[in-house]
């Protein structure tokens, strides 16, 4: 499946685009009220070898993942109650408010954060981690080898955790005795072999592991209204994330629940997403007029449109 954001027919990258987000307060369109799910916890069942069951694994990164189009053709039977395979086909976009938001494709600025990491030499031991908008989750899985000390996955379609972040993540842990000849290799589909071992430490890593669905808000509320709340995220990684303004609101309050008080967000994004009018910049400046983060640009890639990676935290966090 081709995977699309829905463009305005006078637009191109060539073009100003519009934007739902205007300078004056009374010139801004009306914000599309969309119905957001609710939040939900899912687990990994006792066997998890069912977990990797009708799944056809590849390889990006050093890191296995699940062939998505094999998933999206197990999906097309209308078995799973959000159905958001056939509704993205006969929408022709990936991006359905409300509805279905990108999950079933690993999107490039996911690379971009994923390189930054191990330049930056980010440290995850005995730290906990949230992969916000997880998709595939092959942010939280780089946590998970570097022995974060949790590890917990969100993602807005139910469908997306069942079928991809949990597989993944199963995966790895399953095969991480299992070296990956190169691992800057993202062509490299060879998939492992069909028996998958059982690792010895695969229990202590799936217990660090936690995975929701769901809007933001919500799963905030699920994760601090429960009777055992969760305590606050020493990093929150993301990427693509900010492609939609409306959602900036959501996006900027749930960060500043779950981030620890010296915690830090690296936020991957392209510059500016034409026809739906988010992008970096116009994030930067949301964040400014909050006044709750500082943000800085700690890493550009120039290559086609320019992507950037953001460090945010709280004004008044110690660096560490």
Partial sequence: MDFRFNFFPEEDEGTAPRSPKHEH???????????????????????????????????????????????????????????????????????????????????????????????????FANKAVLDLGCGAGLLGIVALRGNAERVHFQDYNSTVIEEITMPNVVANCVNGSNKVDSEDDRKNTTPPSKRHKKSECLPDKLSKCRFFSGGWSEVSQLLLGSSKPCSKYDLILTSETIYNPDYYGALHDTLAQLLDKNGRVYLASKVHYFGVGGGTYLFEKFIEERKVFRSSIVKEVEEGLKRFVLEIAFKDSVYN
């Fill in 25 to 123: 307060e009374d010139d801004r369109l009306p914000e599309k009220k969309v119905c957001i799910k609710a939040a939900k916890e899912h687990y990994i069942p006792a066997d998890v070898n069912r977990v990797l069951e009708n799944k056809v694994l590849e390889t990006v990164s050093g890191l296995y993942y699940v062939n998505m189009s094999v998933v999206e053709l197990t999906c097309q039977d209308g078995t799973h109650e959000e159905d958001i395979v056939s509704k993205s086909v006969s929408s022709h976009s990936d991006l359905i408010p409300g509805v279905y938001e990108g999950g079933l494709k690993i999107w490039e600025c996911t690379y971009d954060l994923m390189d930054f990491l191990s330049e930056a030499e980010i440290q």
